[in-house]
């Protein structure tokens, strides 16, 4: 069975660099689409971006340019990296993955990890 | 591609039929339509993909509906853990993803 493991919460001020991992445990991470989504306090979900097994990314037009998507196949990790943080970015962040996304996309996601902003 | 779910907010009681709309801007293409459904404090969980493929252990009560820019979700007699935030979510491969603004379905 497939586990989805995020990092812990973060406080950071505004203009500071946030980065979020997500494991997988159970298979390797190598063979997953890894999505990223935002869901800022009371709101609905926000798609970040992705990461495709062979390393292509792509990006969320409003958040193109201050978010970066890696994976560390070595240790089954992805990052989300988010700069020059502002007050809107306050939110859960959550990661998702899955093999195939023509069957069953997004089927199994991290727990999220609250990342506050604030001066 | 923008999705436009209706209605924002839904008041049923159990046992009543809902109805879940998903209206997408533009032709979606094979189908690459999903419904998650998300209770307060968890994870989204997917229901059905390529509009009307049911996910593992989603009960039958559920259906998913629809082609071309029209999508629905329908629960057939709702339980009282069926009340939630159900989004779509149009996917593929070469575009960015998008999810709709989400129903909130919740207790008459």
């Known amino acids: 069975e497939v586990q989805v493991e995020q990092s812990g919460a973060e406080v950071k001020k505004p203009g500071a660099t946030v980065k979020i991992s997500c494991k997988v445990s159970?298979?390797?991470?190598?063979?997953?689409?890894v999505y990223w989504i935002q869901q800022a306090p009371g709101k609905g979900l926000e798609w970040l971006g992705l990461?495709?097994?062979?390393?292509?990314?792509l990006y969320a037009e409003h958040f193109h340019g201050r978010v970066t998507l890696t994976v560390d196949r070595s240790i089954d990790t992805a990052y989300m990296e988010l700069t020059s943080l502002r007050s809107e970015d306050t939110a859960v962040y959550y990661c998702?993955?899955?093999?195939?996304?023509?069957?069953?996309?997004?089927?199994?996601w991290g727990q999220g990890t609250r990342v506050t902003v604030s001066s | 591609i923008a999705l436009t779910q209706s209605p924002g907010i839904l008041s049923l009681s159990p046992g009543e039929k809902a109805a879940l709309s998903c209206r997408a801007s533009?032709?979606?293409?094979?189908?690459?339509l999903a419904w998650y459904q998300q209770k307060l404090g968890q994870a989204p969980r997917l229901l059905f993909y390529?509009?009307?493929g049911r996910a593992p252990g989603i009960p039958d009560r559920f259906t998913g509906s629809g082609s071309g820019t029209d999508f629905t979700l329908t629960i057939s007699r709702l339980e009282p853990e069926d009340f939630a935030v159900y989004y779509c979510?149009?996917?593929?491969?070469?575009?960015?993803?998008?999810f709709g603004q989400g129903t909130k379905l919740e207790i008459k």
């Open positions: 998702a993955i899955d093999r195939d996304y023509q069957v069953l996309p997004y089927i199994d």
């Open positions: 159970g298979n390797t991470l190598g063979a997953y689409n």
């Open positions: 390529g509009a009307s």
């Open positions: 990461v495709r097994p062979g390393g292509g990314t």
């Open positions: 979510l149009h996917y593929g491969d070469s575009a960015p993803h998008t």
């Open positions: 533009q032709r979606v293409r094979s189908s690459y």
